[in-house]
């Protein structure tokens, strides 16, 4: 696991949300991704959640009462606002939300929200009636204003027993809003960042299909990094396994041909093109209306070629745009890779190993090299996939 939060110190507060049990997982997750955690509780919170289970998965003392901090004084509030990289609330009820609007400090989370300067990232839970109170969207906007960052929250069933908007977002999303809002270099900002992601299925009948064994995470780490570095972001995804982070336009295309067309209408508003997913290279010529029966004979398929996604975008992208390949290739990586580059006019390719020990295709690393015209190749080694992201947006920030 790529240690995405190392050297970070994250205050996560904890408020009295039945979705409270949750923040248990975000803590440990943070943890095991490199994060010094220091969770604050309210008096509400401690009624759902004890506190020992925060102080197991983070290692660190959680903080409970306003006036009992003399024993610990490295976790007065002065001190943990200065000390903290991000102020992450999760679950925020309406009641926290409403303090923070008017700047009310009657408890250690609350005074603390005045005191730090760090970024605050809020993770909203509650009642649907009570989330889209007038009162509490009037809050959200206000801290937005003042530049609050939010993630969710969801829709879906609340423990209420109702049916909608209040959810706590999901793990990974909120994890991916703390990785955002934790990287303060946005070299990106205002770049659009086209991505394709996944596999191709081509139908070959109703229920049978051509694919691979493309998982999408590449796709997924290359969105997340241009996410972290302020751009906006598109992601057109085949059907893969890894869903792209949700702070991303997602575009779903299960063919060759539909993420073909889903490319090029876009290509031409994007400042960055990536090409990550597995595209299918071909297709059935003619697909059976009806389920083809199986029988003794040999069943023989006419498969005809796709359009080649990325050449067709580098062909006719917009000036200033930067098109990058990926080279999924079993031999000759290198080789291969650098033809790739030349014949369909891309500034730069990474080529992976997708075979042996070392075989890239759905997993979490890869051997992986960087490409551009008239330089040698680099290697980069066998690398995780979230630290090859990193690198191909710091070589693209400097093509010229």
């Known amino acids: 696991m790529s240690l995405l939060f190392a050297d970070k110190t994250i205050l996560l507060g904890v408020c009295g949300s039945v979705a409270a ?15 010094t955690v220091l969770t604050a509780m309210t008096e509400s919170a401690q009624r759902l959640v004890c506190p020992a289970s925060f102080e197991a998965v983070a290692g660190q003392p959680v ?14 509030h002065i001190a943990v606002a200065q000390r903290a990289d991000l102020f992450l609330i999760a679950p925020a009820t309406a009641n926290i939300l409403a303090k923070a609007a008017h700047g009310i400090a009657d408890d250690w989370l609350s005074t603390t929200l005045l005191a730090t300067r760090a970024p605050v990232l809020f993770a909203p839970a509650m009642n649907t009636a009570m989330y889209t109170h007038p009162a509490t969207q009037a809050n959200v906007a206000q801290l937005r204003a003042r530049g609050a960052l939010f993630v969710g929250p969801a829709s879906g069933n609340l423990a209420c ?13 909120i994890l991916d809003a703390v990785a955002i809002a934790l990287h303060s270099e946005k070299d990106f900002a205002g770049k ?14 109703p229920v049978r299909f051509i694919g691979n064994r493309s998982s ?10 241009a996410l972290r570095r302020g751009a906006q972001v598109c992601v057109v995804s085949g059907p893969a396994d890894t869903k792209p982070p949700a702070a991303a336009e997602i575009v779903y295309a299960a063919t060759a041909a539909q993420m073909h067309d889903a490319v090029m209408a876009r290509a031409d508003q994007s400042d960055v093109i990536l090409a990550a997913a597995a595209v299918a290279d071909f297709r059935v010529e003619k697909i059976s209306e009806q389920k083809i029966k199986r029988n003794d004979n040999a069943l023989r398929l006419t498969l005809v070629p796709n359009p080649d996604i990325i050449a067709a975008a580098a062909a006719q992208k917009r000036p200033g745009c930067k098109v990058v390949g990926f080279a999924a290739e079993s031999h000759d990586i290198v080789a291969n890779a650098d033809k790739k580059l030349r014949r369909k006019n891309l500034d730069m390719i990474v080529a992976n190993t997708i075979s042996g020990e070392k075989d890239a295709i759905g997993a979490d690393k890869g051997e992986a090299w960087i490409l551009l015209p008239d330089t040698q190749p680099e290697s980069l080694g066998y690398i995780d996939k979230t630290l090859l992201a990193q690198h191909v947006f710091d070589r693209i920030a400097r093509l010229a």
């Open 216 to 225: 999408g995470k590449m796709g997924r780490a290359l969105a997340l990094e």
């Open 161 to 173: 027993g109702d049916t909608g908007i209040g959810r706590l977002a999901d793990r990974d999303d």
């Open 192 to 205: 659009r960042v086209l991505i394709t992601s996944g596999p191709n299925y081509e139908p070959i009948d």
């Open 63 to 76: 903080i409970t009462e306003m006036f009992a901090l003399c024993v610990q004084p490295g976790v007065e």
């Open 21 to 35: 049990y949750r923040a248990c997982e975000l803590a440990s997750q943070l943890t095991q991704q490199g994060a």
